[in-house]
């Protein structure tokens, strides 16, 4: 088991300098993520809390480490890593090939156990967009992961959600909601190009293809629908 002071002894820094950078980051995860709705946070807005006054290229790591650890252990939460995924229509061509190591991000997962979470810590007023981040990476899947946005709509049209509605009595924009779910990267925008024009695509993004979160709405679709669902067709 690493000494006390043995991890941050090789950057210079005392312990004390060590426990203010930690905290300083599990602040920044913590208010970020509360103030943009749950949006992944890039790992270089991290790494730049630690290098605006420290220099040794791997402190950055080293003091998000620690504070990983701490939040999981003080706060109940999970950070997790998140690689960006680039859409399909681009998985071929030199630009996948420059996603770049700053392509990593974070998001904080509740490490409390369901009933607990719902019971204490869920906040009634943004359930709304749980459900609706449900329905709508529900029907992206079942497209088989990719579907056209004029397709999307006419689904979501059918529970009484159009894109047009600015006023929607419980998401309020409804178009707005739709676009914090790319923000939120649970689905990312693909246009492809194509003699007949260009058309827009939804595309599950990194946090709907998690294996956890893939894995829990295979088996709610399934439940749902009463049978394999990839016998749905909705494409």
């Known amino acids: 088991m690493e000494n006390p002071g043995e991890g941050f002894s090789q950057f210079d820094i005392s312990k004390e300098e060590k426990d203010k950078l930690v905290a300083e980051v599990i602040r920044y995860i913590l208010f970020k993520t509360h103030q943009s709705s749950g949006c992944p946070i890039k790992r270089e807005e991290l790494s730049q809390l630690v290098t605006k006054n420290y220099r ?6 080293y003091i998000i480490n620690q504070a990983k650890e701490k939040l999981s252990s003080t706060f109940g939460y999970e950070l997790r890593e998140l690689q960006r995924s680039r859409p399909s229509s681009a998985n071929q061509s030199r630009l996948s090939q420059q996603s770049g190591i700053d ?5 904080i997962i509740s490490q409390l156990p369901a009933e607990v979470y719902k019971k204490y810590v869920e906040d009634v007023n943004t359930s709304h967009m749980t459900g609706f981040t449900f329905v709508v990476v529900s029907i992206v899947q079942l497209a088989g992961g990719k579907i056209a946005e004029d397709n999307l709509w006419h689904h979501l049209k059918r529970m009484g959600l159009h894109e047009s509605d600015g006023n929607h009595p419980v998401l309020g924009n409804v178009k707005q909601a739709l676009e914090m779910l790319v923000q939120q990267r649970y689905l990312q925008k ?11 695509f939804y595309e599950l993004a990194e946090r709907a293809l998690e294996g956890t979160v893939s894995g829990r709405i295979k088996q709610y679709i399934t439940q749902i629908v009463k049978k394999d669902s990839a016998t749905v067709d909705i494409s």
């Open 190 to 200: 693909d246009k492809v190009s194509s003699p007949e024009g260009s058309t827009l």
């Open 56 to 61: 040794h290229r791997l402190l950055p790591a």
């Open 103 to 107: 392509a990593k991000s974070y998001v």
